[in-house]
C-alpha cells in the first residue's frame, strides 16, 4: 500500500521501535477530534490532540485529549518558561513536519519538549494523528509515553 509520505515517515518510526500500535487510514478526513472519535468509533477523551507550542527558545508538542484544551500557563510552566503560544500554522509545520490536522507525536526531530496530559495514561487505547488526515495510529498510552518520549503534567484547563 502507498502512503502519502509524512504517514509513511510515521509508519517507519513505529516499525523502528518495535512499537505495538496500528496505524489506520480512514475513507473521510479527520481534521478535527470529533471527526476522529467518530471514524474510530471511540470516546473523545481517546483522541490525542498533538498541539504545537512556540517558547522563547524552541517547540514544544503538548498532547492533550480531545475533549479537552491545553492550558498554555501550565505548558509555560513545565517548560520552565515565563511563557508559551499555540504556534501559528506556517511554524507547525515547519517545527513537526506535519501539516495542522495531521500532526502525529513522533518522529519530531525539531521539537524539543514533549508533554502529556496525565489523564490519557488512565485509556486503554488512545489514537493519535499518523501524518494525514486520514490516518490515525491506536496505541497503549504508555507506549505513546515511550515513542514520544512525553513528560506527563496536568496540561489541560480547569485541571485534570
Do not use: N
Not at 504517514?7 to 471527526?35: K, M, Q, S
Request: proline content about 7%; glycine content about 10%.
Amino acid at each position: 500500500m502507498e502512503w502519502p509520505e509524512p504517514v509513511e515517515r510515521v509508519a517507519g518510526f513505529l516499525r523502528a521501535a518495535g512499537a505495538e500500535a496500528r496505524l489506520e487510514e480512514f475513507a473521510e478526513e479527520t481534521p478535527t477530534a470529533e471527526d476522529a472519535a467518530a471514524a474510530v468509533g471511540c470516546d473523545l477523551a481517546q483522541i490525542v490532540k498533538s498541539v504545537v507550542f512556540r517558547y522563547d527558545g524552541g517547540i514544544a508538542v503538548v498532547l492533550v485529549p480531545g475533549d479537552r484544551r491545553a492550558d498554555a500557563g501550565k505548558v509555560a510552566s513545565a517548560l520552565g518558561v515565563p511563557r508559551a503560544w499555540v504556534a501559528r500554522r506556517a511554524d507547525v509545520e515547519a517545527a513537526t513536519g506535519f501539516a495542522p490536522g495531521a500532526v502525529a507525536p513522533f518522529p519530531l526531530p525539531r521539537v524539543a519538549r514533549v508533554l502529556i496530559e496525565r489523564t490519557l495514561l488512565a485509556h486503554e487505547r488512545v489514537w493519535v494523528g499518523a501524518g494525514s488526515e486520514r490516518h490515525l495510529a491506536g496505541l497503549a498510552p504508555d507506549e505513546l509515553v515511550r515513542l514520544s518520549r512525553a513528560q506527563p503534567m496536568d496540561a489541560v484547563e480547569g485541571g485534570a
